[in-house]
DNA sequence: ATTCTGACAGCAA
DNA sequence: TTTGCTGCCAGAA
């Protein structure tokens, strides 16, 4: 069953679907972090477990801008787990993004915080 | 049921 | 400032 974007994820899904919804409601050109997409969840300090579930986002049909998260120092943390190590960051420079050192040094200026946007 | 692990974050040195 | 250790919680083995 799709989700209107609009909507506010509820917790009726499991965690990990509930990651991956807010993932896709990820504006095209915008950033977050995992922490960020954790608190949104109400279960900050949980961030690990959203990069284990954007970990198993690839087996979930449907796109899923997971290059559009990455660590709170705007470091692509999750680069290795895209099939080639650069595709990240080709991926976020489509977008716009500066990325140097394996950093986005439009982070803050373009940073989208789930908890303050829906 | 128990133990290990991780695409992080916070804080102490 | 950078480095390292600790807490975190939900899956996987």
């Known amino acids: 069953m799709e989700r209107r974007s609009s909507a506010p994820v509820t917790d009726n899904e499991g965690f990990f679907n ?61 680069k290795r787990h895209f099939g080639n190590s650069s595709t990240m960051q080709q991926l976020l420079e489509n977008e716009g993004f500066t990325v140097t050192d394996d950093k986005v040094l439009e982070f803050r200026e373009r940073f989208w915080d789930p908890s303050v946007e829906l």
């Open 18 to 78: 509930r990651v991956y919804d807010v993932t896709r409601m990820i504006p095209r050109g915008r950033i977050t972090s995992y922490g960020a997409i954790a608190r949104y969840l109400g279960t900050a300090g949980s961030a690990r477990m959203v990069g284990w579930a954007l970990n198993s986002s690839h087996h979930s049909h449907g796109f899923i801008p997971a290059h559009r998260v990455v660590n709170r120092n705007g470091l692509l943390t999750g």
